[in-house]
């Protein structure tokens, strides 16, 4: 009897001397930002001067904001419905594309002015770098990819049969590869010659905005809104590999390499954080309150850090809150 109650004891003190599971991903401060109207577009961030970009799409107009003193600093007025947007430090630029307008903007990442206008197109949106070629990328109008310069001129359009919702640029490849939803289709562009190669058809799903990819394992992972779901393809031959239920609304996901995650924000007010088991088999994680209307987010793998924008609600101001990624 007394050997029993010994090993109960021993048990039940390692028990509680167990630390709980940090969760994946855990509020770390919120930044608010007053007077800030509207649906929020997309971000990006500058490292060096720890700075982060947000196109406040229905504000007409991009925040500035200061991670250092975690407050706003700034807001860049007179575009019309700005929705993606790219910072470039190695020549202080900001791009941005702007839905109302259709124009994509090239300004200074100091004073904030324009440089130069490139306003031919409609509905401008996603704008990604590429980094081998040193040439802005921005998708827009009915079906449409622009490369541009760092200084605004155009070298070349590839036209898609639909608009692209988002796009990911290879770093080991000489694709690009494209949401085209109206298609229910990824649609898979040669950026070396300019051209179209091929569109994968989606089977079960439509809606499909967001997209990450682990070039790696050679895997793309596509956020679909109808249903609400997660596709892992193989990003060689666009076969299915796998599927699960995911936040309603998403419109970003990202892929932490690092840590074998997966990262979906969605306008249902929450982050679900997959986990990569293999290139062939995914699990849910958790699932992260974020807040309502909460679609647009930013994963920085240099910080460890997600950001996700949250638009205004009756009285409650917008504001982007920062989640550090735990391991």
Not at 20 to 48: C, Y
Not at 59 to 69: A, G, P, R, T, Y
């Amino acid at each position: 009897m007394k050997l029993r109650i010994l090993v109960c004891l021993t048990l039940a003190a390692a028990v509680m001397g167990q630390s709980p599971k940090p969760e994946p991903l855990r509020l770390n401060k919120s930044i608010l930002m007053p007077g800030v109207k509207g649906r929020l577009g997309h971000l990006s961030v500058d490292l060096k001067n720890q700075r982060i970009f947000v196109a406040a799409t229905g504000n007409n107009s991009i925040e500035v904001i200061d991670l250092k003193s975690g407050r706003s600093i700034g807001s860049v007025t007179g575009l019309r419905g700005p929705q993606g947007i790219f910072y470039y430090a190695e020549t202080n630029r900001i791009v941005v594309a702007s839905r109302d307008d259709g124009t994509v903007k090239f300004l200074d990442g100091s004073s904030f002015q324009t440089l130069a206008t490139v306003n031919k197109f409609t509905n401008g949106d996603i704008v990604r770098y590429d980094a081998s070629s040193k040439t802005v990328v921005a998708g827009y109008g009915d079906g449409a990819l622009g490369f541009f310069d760092l200084n605004g001129k155009q070298l070349a359009e590839v036209r898609l049969d639909s608009h692209p919702e988002s796009f990911l640029i290879e770093r080991q490849g000489p694709r690009i590869l494209v949401n085209t939803p109206t298609n229910k289709s990824v649609t898979i562009v040669d950026r070396q010659q300019k051209s179209v190669v091929r569109a994968w058809p989606l089977s079960n799903v439509a809606s499909n905005y967001a997209m990450a990819l682990d070039e790696a394992n050679h895997r793309l992972f596509l956020g679909c809104r109808n249903p609400p779901r997660v596709i892992t393809l193989d990003s060689i031959t666009g076969i299915q590999i796998d599927q699960r239920d995911t936040v309603g609304d998403v419109n970003d996901i990202y892929y932490d390499a690092a840590r074998k995650r997966i990262y979906a924000s969605g306008g249902d007010g929450r982050i679900d954080v997959i986990r990569q088991v293999n290139g062939d088999s995914y699990e849910p994680l958790a699932k992260v309150n974020s807040g309502a209307g909460a679609r647009t987010s930013l994963y920085v793998p240099e910080w460890n850090t997600f950001f996700v924008a949250i638009p205004r609600r009756g009285e409650q101001p917008a504001e982007i809150r920062i989640f550090d990624a735990a391991n």
